[in-house]
Structure formats: C-alpha cells, structure tokens
C-alpha cells in the first residue's frame, strides 16, 4: 500500500515537471517525458498481479 502512494506521489511530481515543460515551450522534452510516463504505466499495470 505504502508502495502505492509514493509511486503516485512520484506520478504527480513527474506530470507536474511535463506540465511545466509544455508550458514554457520545451516540447521536446515534453514529448520524451510523455513517451517515458506512458511506457512506465503501461510497464506498471502488465507486471501488477491482478487482485479479484
């Protein structure tokens, strides 16, 4: 559980620093940070083991 929410806390944090970057104009940096989240979720929910 602890796990779980320093995980969103680092999230949070992550897409804050994307929004920052679309905002001021780096979107390079915005389009490799969004690559990144995308691909790190995607990892995240594959190897979660599915509770029922």
Do not use: C, D, T
Request: net charge positive; glycine share 2%.
């Amino acid at each position: 559980m602890i796990f779980s929410k320093w995980l969103s806390a680092f999230f949070v944090i992550f897409y804050a620093v994307l929004v920052w970057a679309v905002f001021s104009m780096r979107n390079m940096l915005a389009m490799q940070m969004m690559a990144i989240g995308m691909f790190a979720e995607a990892l995240l929910s594959f190897f979660k083991p599915n509770k029922k």
